[in-house]
């Protein structure tokens, strides 16, 4: 099992360029999220989905949108990128709760880092 | 609100325990987390607690909470240097049939002095 992957790794823009973050699970996770972060900030939600063709906003959704067209896939995308869009983005998956003992616990992949000029 | 707050930094000499604190403010929280982020990488959990518990231990890792206080607490024992991470406090807000909510606290950078 690969877990979480993201791709690209890293990645350069200009202000106003768009870009799609791709995330994978190889878990058969139905829950996927995208978390950025920034210094001193800890983990911010962005959106995340509850299912094959679900998806829902976080706490900082601004500037960003999501698909999840196939359960193992969460893309993120940027369709004008501004300068504060420079972070590190995360993309995390779990199983649900529901009425189960599971502990909710998130499987993070390794981030994009996310520079714009 | 909901809020999950911890020191940025942290300093420990190798060998010396280390001790990393948390405090939060949903009452309903049902799991409580730390997890741990290496150099270049995603965050991976490193130990939970049920809320009705109030320490769990696994091996050079115990886990405090005070569900009086809010407070969560981190203890390594016997600190080394592949210690040297950040640490993040967690909370899960929600029911078990709700997709739960997760808070993440900032994070505490430690670093390992030798």
């Known amino acids: 099992n690969a877990g979480v992957t993201q791709t690209p790794k890293f990645r350069v823009l200009k202000t106003g360029q768009s870009m799609t973050l791709l995330c994978a699970q190889d878990?058969?996770?139905?829950?996927m999220y995208w978390y950025r972060q920034d210094p001193g900030m800890g983990l911010r939600l962005i959106h995340y989905s509850v299912g094959e063709g679900t998806t829902a906003k976080g706490e900082v959704p601004d500037g960003y949108n999501v698909s999840r067209l196939k359960k193992q896939n969460f893309l993120l995308g940027l369709e004008s990128a501004a300068p504060s869009q420079t972070s590190v983005y995360f993309c995390?998956?779990?199983?649900?709760?529901?009425?189960?003992?599971?502990?909710?616990?998130?499987?993070f992949g390794p981030g994009t880092r996310l520079t714009v000029l | 609100g909901e809020d999950v707050e911890q020191s940025l930094f942290l300093s420990v000499r190798e060998g010396d325990s280390s001790v990393i604190n948390c405090t939060y403010t949903d009452s309903s929280s049902t799991y409580l987390y730390w997890y741990k982020q290496e150099p270049g990488a995603g965050l991976q959990l490193l130990t939970y607690?049920?809320?009705?518990?109030d320490m769990k231990q696994d091996q050079r890792l115990t886990v405090l909470l005070n569900k009086k206080d809010k407070h969560l607490s981190l203890r390594i024992a016997d600190t080394q240097t592949g210690d040297s991470a950040i640490y993040f406090c967690?909370?899960?807000?929600?029911?078990?049939?709700?997709?739960?909510?997760?808070?993440f606290g900032s994070g505490t950078r430690l670093s390992i002095r030798p």
């Open positions: 878990m058969n996770h139905e829950y």
């Open positions: 607690i049920f809320s009705n518990m």
């Open positions: 967690a909370e899960s807000i929600g029911g078990y049939s709700s997709a739960s909510k997760i808070i």
């Open positions: 995390a998956s779990s199983f649900p709760r529901s009425g189960g003992p599971s502990t909710n616990e998130q499987f």
